[in-house]
């Protein structure tokens, strides 16, 4: 089973970026990746996701134009890069595979608040 740990979230003001990484224990070659994130109370959704190499993404309505994924399939990592962020985008940020069915690790809060 690959494990799965992020890093990066931090408390942020609006407008401001931030750069989450996944890093994985396990190859993530053949595996779709997907940031996902639960805020308190509500679901957790999923809201970038990138294909095995690369070459395609997709995003929630809430956050294309402004978030950016990327990996590095030899470093095992997984990257959301977060620009122009809005106090509507605080929440626990997740990496697991497009369906999610690896083991959810811990997360990395990412705040955005004056």
């Known amino acids: 089973q690959v494990e799965l740990v992020e890093s990066g979230g931090d408390l942020v003001q609006p407008g401001g970026s931030l750069r989450l990484s996944c890093a994985a224990s396990g190859s993530i070659r053949t595996r779709n990746m997907a940031w996902y994130r639960q805020a308190p109370g509500q679901t957790r959704d999923e809201v970038a996701q990138?294909?095995?190499?690369?070459?395609?993404?997709r995003y929630s309505d809430s956050v294309r134009g402004r978030f950016t994924i990327s990996r590095d399939n030899v470093k095992r990592m997984v990257y959301l890069q977060m620009d122009n962020l809005k106090p509507e985008d605080t929440a626990a940020y997740f990496c697991?595979?497009?369906?999610?069915?690896?083991?959810w690790g811990p997360g990395t809060q990412v705040t955005v608040s004056l």
């Open positions: 697991n595979t497009g369906r999610g069915d690896w083991s």
């Open positions: 990138i294909t095995t190499l690369g070459s395609d993404t």
